[in-house]
């Protein structure tokens, strides 16, 4: 089975720009959330989206969006981008995304912003 | 103050020794406690879970929850250079579809 994808793996914006990132789940999950991994913060929770819904949102603000799509395959939009927002962002897909349902993990994107 | 802390390390030890992690965690509604191992480069990967209290051993890995004190621990026994990675713990509650993850622990075994 494959596993989860994220594309592009490296990507470099300036301030103000914006851009989506994609997550392709394993085949079968129709959950998917975000995560944004920095040294400071560490792992923090952005949203979830299952079947198409979003069932829930971190602390972020509102430049940070995202959608799924029929196939589960899901998209993040940060846009007027920061400096801040040079993370590490991972995406994980699970079968039902609630509890302790393993959430498997991509690789990231690894975006940074100059 | 953050809902879960976790000592980031660095973390250095011989092959061979015990490794043991640590999570405290401040949000009484938690109910499952799952570590996290994350390779450079990687996503994490699910190492264990636990629901409530209690232990659980998978091999040379052994994951303990004390909810009474809000405290989690992995013990990593026979420790392997391979087993050089970040460690996280992670926490939700009942239903819910957000993670709560520790700042994560770096640990490094040396040959």
């Known amino acids: 089975k494959a596993g989860v994808t994220q594309t592009p793996r490296y990507l470099i914006k300036t301030r103000g720009q914006q851009v989506t990132l994609s997550c392709s789940p394993i085949?079968?999950?129709?959950?998917v959330s975000w995560y944004q991994q920095t040294p400071g913060q560490g792992l923090q929770f952005l949203f979830e989206?299952?079947?198409?819904?979003?069932?829930n949102k971190g602390n972020f603000p509102g430049r940070f969006s995202g959608r799924q799509f029929s196939n589960s395959r899901s998209e993040m939009n940060v846009s007027t981008l920061e400096l801040g927002d040079s993370a590490l962002y991972l995406c994980?897909?699970?079968?039902?995304?609630?509890?302790?349902?393993?959430?498997?993990f991509g690789p990231g994107t690894r975006l940074t912003v100059l | 103050q953050k809902e879960v802390e976790q000592d980031p390390g660095p973390l250095s030890v011989p092959e061979g020794a015990i490794v043991s992690l640590n999570c405290t965690y401040s949000?009484?509604?938690?109910?499952?406690f799952m570590w996290y191992r994350q390779y450079s480069r990687k996503g994490p990967e699910l190492l264990m879970y636990?629901?409530?209290?209690g232990n659980k051993e998978d091999g040379r890995f052994t994951a303990q929850v004390d909810k009474s004190s809000k405290y989690i621990s992995l013990f990593i026994r026979d420790s392997q250079p391979s087993d050089s990675a970040t460690y996280l713990c992670?926490?939700?509650?009942?239903?819910?579809?957000?993670?709560?993850f520790g700042q994560g622990t770096r640990l490094t075994i040396n040959p």
């Open positions: 994980a897909s699970s079968q039902t995304g609630q509890g302790a349902g393993n959430r498997f």
């Open positions: 085949s079968g999950h129709r959950s």
């Open positions: 989206y299952f079947s198409e819904t979003q069932r």
């Open positions: 949000n009484s509604a938690f109910q499952y």
């Open positions: 636990t629901y409530s209290s």
């Open positions: 992670a926490m939700s509650s009942q239903g819910a579809q957000k993670l709560v």
